[in-house]
T-cell receptor
């Protein structure tokens, strides 16, 4: 079974803090993704990566950056957390060839005070 | 502009009856459609998919129907069970390199 592991299930941070959300997948998938989920807004794509060292902006990249130094690991960084970044963050991976199916982690619930 | 729309934020169904979740899309280039199920405090899990060359795909209690001319797909759950209570997301892909575009989700409540 594919396993996507997100390092923290729940985090509470203060405005202005730097936040790292880590994601590791164990199935050698090329593609990895970061989404945020908010009530009434569904899943919105923040950043994605097709391979190591590669990154592409999604629909809502402002206020975020990412790092993919190793194939299995994709990190989401909030340089200076703000209250409107309080959300559920979901990491996902995808194998090639692309069947469309994403494998999601359990999510990281971030609260910014 | 939303390319994938789930117009019903919520749906309540009695246990044993049929649940029908609907999804509309605007992009005629979408070639693959998926449904995901999400419980609170968990990540979404893949449920069922359908290619644009088909009009129906069935997996146990779950059936997805695709009407390309209407740009509409639906997920049928028969019979519905309380454990099906979750948020269901419709998603669509355009081409083999395309990322998934998600709808906003429909919260299904199945009452015993």
């Amino acid at each position: 079974d594919v396993k996507v592991t997100q390092s923290s299930r729940y985090l509470v941070k203060r405005t202005g803090e730097k936040v790292f959300l880590e994601c590791v997948q164990d199935m050698d998938h090329e593609n990895m993704f970061w989404y945020r989920q908010d009530p009434g807004l569904g899943l919105r794509l923040i950043y994605f990566s097709y391979d190591v060292k590669m990154k592409e902006k999604g629909d809502i990249p402002e206020g975020y950056s990412v790092s993919r130094e190793k194939k299995e690991r994709f990190s989401l960084i909030l340089e200076s957390a703000s209250t409107n970044q309080t959300s559920m963050y979901l990491c996902a991976s995808r194998a090639l060839p692309n069947t469309g199916e994403l494998f999601f982690g359990e999510g990281s619930r971030l609260t910014v005070l | 502009d939303q390319q994938v729309k789930q117009n019903s934020p919520s749906l309540s169904v009695q246990e044993g009856r049929i649940s029908i979740l609907n999804c509309d899309y605007t992009n005629s280039m979408f070639d693959y459609f998926l449904w995901y199920k999400k419980y609170p405090a968990e990540g979404p899990t893949f449920l069922i998919s359908i290619s644009s060359i088909k009009d129906k795909n069935e997996d146990g209690r779950f059936t997805v129907f695709l009407n390309k001319s209407a740009k509409h797909l639906s997920l049928h759950i028969v019979p519905s069970q309380p454990g099906d209570s979750a948020v269901y997301f419709c998603a669509a892909r355009s081409g083999s390199q395309g990322n998934l575009i998600f709808g906003k989700g429909t919260k299904l409540s199945v009452k015993p």
